[in-house]
């Protein structure tokens, strides 16, 4: 809240005539008569009336052209300003864990500054598996600052769409499976980023649950489903977070583009809700412009069109006012939302908040936020914490061991300073008093494509890593047929395909200098050019992974053009350098002379990433097979997944001790390292399910996963919701997450009969650090309608706490549960309902670990 607007008046007097400081970039300029009588008379807004009023008074001097300005972009990330009423440009970035390199005017290429680096803090899975506000206040407030500080106005995030496909190439963007749980974390983080004078975009509204064909798929679940399991985190947004702009997903809903949904936008985010602000598109949406301008969009970005006069918003929306089609009420209403934003968030208060950016502060949130979110699935042999003296030798194997992830994933990359990797942190902590032996086992056979980290071509529209594909006729490539995209240097058809004659294309720049080992598999016949010179000519059954040796300067750009001819599959990929490869004789020996072997995998951001879903959940490449072999020699095999979204582990009920530590952000590897040694008591709880097999899961069960439509045939059972109904049995629960400590829970205190109108039932749990580590547990409270007039999930998250205790300690656990949290949404009546009858109230530390239960009456 800004408390200087009186102050600040009486200063833009004196500025305007003596030069006082501070000033503002405006009012540093010379104003003639008429451009002063149309400036802001207070610029600094302290309430909302104010805020109305000179959203009013600007407004009324707006012509319809300047209006219309308002509402489309004018580059890349910008919307124009009106300069003769002291209205800026408004600047627009990525992304939900941090602020986003600086991206040119008017392409996506980077812009290529020095002075755009920013805090790369964990993504929110991280923070949805601390399962703490106080942690997405401290995310939201990083963020806020740093776009502040890059001169945003409104940073693109939170997203809040959930995780329903295990192989969404975005869950790891978003808040897990749990709408409950979303909309919890959601709203600090609004609260937070809000705060700093910059607007948070909440994304993507709504139903954005698959990457495959995200432009064109077709969502269309029930109402019910709508409303209790994909709408209350955007809810949570717009009602409780006050949240400044909302991004429309790519996706239809029932037949047109979210954009532009009568139901979803000017029924439901602007009536139901109430929501005040401004609904901006995603980058290049299928919209048009009378239904996307009556159905209630204010803004429209990211536009693929020469000109910005071609935008849907811009010369068409004009057009249309003109004509009449479209009221120029309806614009009014458009500009008033824009207007206000801007004014919410200071864009005319000279005294605006500078923001603060790569401060150590920031640097030492990304740790914090990285180790409360990890989360120790398994301790069997109580291995962890290590015991740093009794160590000598430890083994590092695994994929994500040195790697490095911020810059991957799509348009949520960051780039920081630095990013310290697993075996950085571990290097730091244990010291010279331990020999770390780094080995990476050989791909063999399974050859993984070159990691997205390495491709600096994007895709046009969203900014992700990606390889041009041309293909021809035939060999001599003449005519070229067709032009696509991949994320992957690689594919695999169906059976009996035509030969293809393909051309792929893209800039790589390795990232350590030195000899590239570049690898092909698969059948047919390749030829592979570096600038244009034929480097390897390849022809194969593919019995055998072929390879040629390239010196590379890192930071250097090389156009990499693999010319296919075949029909099978292909795996074009590298192994850079950095790194030692060897094979598994030479690995499992390593292993057995080991104390410890730390095996650090999962996913990267060649899978965890937009514009694609992953093919299965199973680990890419051969981790499956290194960590069997791993454990074969070793028993204290220790696991550490990164990955931002479920994987299948077939080997987990075999090996001890098993930990999931998410993409971890610029200080991932120290915060890892201080869990494990113990500096840091794990307190993380999975926000997702982790499934036995891709099989089990809904959308793959039910068959409702293809480019076309997505039925949402599960309805509102969406993740633990499922495999309980469906009595499957997972891997892990959703919620679990182990302690260097034990905990009991007793003495539930729930009411017998409650109303059901009572604005709140309290029930009580005690906790109890019976261990003896001082550490946080998640104390859950779940619910389930016993008798229900529609089919309800057996148990629903509605509460959650995190307590930190002493060994010995313990303390009372209250819940408020409020009439919503029992409700389903009734199609009958189109509102929320509660039934009477027995609600049972689970209490414990995952959605399986029940330590309490009793039952309450709704009469
Ligand atoms: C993504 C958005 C992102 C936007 C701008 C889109 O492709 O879906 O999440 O904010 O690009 O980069």
Redesign the pocket.
């Known amino acids: 809240m800004k408390t200087f607007s009186f102050l600040l008046v009486g200063c833009i007097v004196l500025t305007t005539f003596t030069g006082c400081s501070p000033i503002s970039m405006t009012l540093s300029k010379p104003l003639s008569t008429s451009q002063l009588a149309v400036m802001p008379s207070s610029v600094s807004k302290t309430t909302p009336a104010a805020i109305e009023q000179e959203v009013e008074r600007l407004l009324a001097a707006l012509t319809l052209s300047e209006k219309i300005s308002l509402l489309h972009a004018n580059s890349k ?1 910008t919307v124009a300003g009106v300069e003769r009423l002291g209205i800026e440009e408004m600047h627009l970035s ?2 939900p864990h941090g602020v ?1 390199h600086e991206i040119s005017r008017h392409s996506w290429a980077p812009a290529d500054w020095d002075t755009d680096y920013a805090t790369y803090l964990p993504p929110l899975t991280a923070i949805a598996a601390s399962w703490d506000p106080a942690m997405a206040t401290l995310h939201g407030t990083v963020l806020g600052r740093e776009a502040r500080h890059r001169n945003k106005d409104i940073i ?1 995030g939170p ?1 809040v769409n959930l995780a329903r496909l295990p192989t969404y190439g975005r869950n790891f963007e978003y808040f897990g499976e749990d709408p409950f749980l979303a909309a919890q974390l959601v709203v600090p983080e609004i609260l937070a980023i809000q705060q700093h004078d910059v607007a948070a975009c909440v ?2 509204y709504a139903l954005n649950t698959q990457e495959l064909n995200r432009w064109g798929v077709d969502a269309q679940p029930d109402e019910r489903t709508l409303r209790e399991v994909y709408l209350p985190a955007f809810e949570a947004a717009v009602k409780e977070g006050g949240v400044y702009s909302v ?1 429309g997903a ?1 996706n239809k809903v029932y037949g047109t583009n979210a954009n532009q949904s009568a139901h979803l936008v000017n029924g439901i985010l602007k009536q139901d809700w109430g929501f005040d602000g401004v609904l901006l598109t ?3 949406v299928d919209i048009n412009t009378v239904d996307a301008a009556m159905n209630g969009l204010d803004l429209e ?2 536009t693929l069109v020469e000109d910005y006069d071609d935008y849907y918003f811009a010369a068409p929306l004009l057009a249309k006012v003109q004509e009449g089609e479209i009221p120029e009420a309806i614009i009014d209403e458009k500009v008033r939302r824009i207007l206000r934003l801007q004014l919410r968030v200071g864009m005319m208060d000279p005294l605006r908040q500078e923001g603060l950016r790569n401060t150590e502060e920031h640097h030492r949130a990304a740790r914090t936020l990285a180790e409360q979110g990890i989360v120790l699935l398994k301790n069997d042999q109580q291995l962890l914490p290590l015991q740093k003296d009794t160590l000598k030798n430890v083994l590092v194997m695994g994929p994500n061991a040195n790697l490095p992830h911020g810059r991957g994933g ?3 990359q960051v780039k920081s300073n630095y990013e310290i990797t697993p075996l950085q942190g571990l290097q730091t902590l244990l010291g010279d008093d331990v020999n770390i032996v780094y080995l990476r086992a050989g791909t063999g056979d399974t050859l993984q494509p070159i990691p997205a980290d390495y491709i600096s071509t994007r895709h046009g ?4 890593p990606v390889w041009r594909v041309i293909s021809f006729e035939d060999a001599e490539r003449q005519q070229p047929l067709n032009v696509t995209e991949w994320p992957q240097s690689s594919k695999r058809w169906a059976h009996n395909t035509d030969t293809q004659y393909l051309t792929l294309e893209a800039t790589l720049v390795p990232i350590e200098s030195g000899e590239h080992i570049v690898k092909f598999h698969g059948s047919g016949h390749a030829q592979l050019h570096v600038d244009g010179e034929s480097v390897a000519s390849w022809h194969t059954d593919g019995q055998k992974v072929l390879s040629q040796t390239l010196n590379l300067t890192a930071g250097q750009a090389y156009t990499f053009q693999l010319q296919y001819d075949g029909n099978t599959y292909f795996t074009l990929g590298w192994d850079a350098p950095g790194i030692q490869v060897v094979s598994e004789a030479v690995y499992t020996e390593a292993a057995k002379k080991a104390d410890l072997v730390l095996y650090f995998g999962g996913l990267s951001h060649s899978d965890d990433r ?2 694609h879903d992953r093919e299965s959940m199973r680990l890419p490449g051969n981790q499956d097979e290194v960590i069997t072999a791993l454990h074969r020699a070793n028993a204290t095999t220790t696991v550490f997944i990164i990955a931002g979204s479920a994987v299948e582990m077939p080997w987990a009920n075999d090996i001890s001790t098993l930990v999931w530590g998410w993409y971890g952000g610029m200080e991932a590897g120290h915060a890892y390292a201080r869990m494990l040694t113990g500096a840091v008591n794990p307190a993380g709880k999975m926000p997702i399910t982790l499934p036995k097999q891709y099989a089990d899961t809904a959308p793959i069960k039910l068959d409702d996963y293809n480019d076309n439509t997505a039925l949402y045939k599960e309805g509102v059972f969406i993740g633990y919701r499922w495999f309980e109904a469906q009595s499957i049995e997972v891997q892990f629960p959703f919620g679990h997450g182990l302690s260097y400590t034990q905990f009991d829970i007793d003495n539930l205190s729930v009411p017998k009969v409650v109303d059901a109108n009572a604005e709140k039932t309290v029930i009580s749990v005690t906790l109890k650090n019976t261990g003896k580590r001082t550490g946080a547990e998640v104390v859950q409270l779940y619910l389930g309608d016993a008798v229900a007039s529609v089919a309800r999930p057996i148990k629903e998250l509605k509460g959650f706490k995190k307590v930190t205790l002493a060994p010995g300690e313990s303390q009372t656990v209250m819940f408020e549960l409020k009439p919503r949290d029992f409700a389903f949404w009734d199609i009958q009546t189109n509102g929320w309902l509660v039934e009477q009858g027995n609600f049972n109230i689970y209490v414990g530390v995952s959605s399986e670990d029940i330590r309490a239960q009793g039952v309450l009456h709704h009469q």
């Open positions: 990330f990525d992304g986003r693109l997203g994304k993507h991004m790519y995603d980058w290049h970005m990211g799509g348009s949520s529209g969203s900014g992700t937009e514009g």
